[in-house]
């Protein structure tokens, strides 16, 4: 099952949108992402937009390895407040 699909959208005043839609995070959704994101910005992508409506979670380290693919490097994504 694909959790990752693309497609391309064009805005007014902005270009080319890739959409990149992940219906659940999995072990495999980062590699899945920046496989994405390579392949829209070889379209002609010059922004993205990650639809995650309806996602209803998924494994925790999906998430943040993809979070990590938009973020500062060293910085946390997640912490535990006990």
């Given at each position: 099952v694909t959790s990752v699909k693309t497609y391309m959208s064009e805005k007014a005043g902005v270009g080319k949108v890739g959409v990149i839609r992940i219906k659940s995070f999995s072990g495999t959704t980062a590699d899945s992402?920046?496989?994405?994101?390579?392949?829209?910005?070889?379209?002609?992508?010059?922004?993205?937009?990650?639809?995650?409506?309806?996602?209803?979670?998924?494994?925790?380290?999906?998430?943040?390895?993809?979070?990590?693919l938009f973020l500062d490097a060293n910085k946390p994504v997640v912490f535990e407040v006990n």
């Open positions: 992402v920046k496989k994405a994101i390579e392949d829209l910005k070889k379209k002609g992508a010059v922004a993205f937009v990650l639809d995650v409506r309806n996602n209803p979670g998924g494994l925790l380290p999906g998430g943040i390895d993809t979070a990590s």
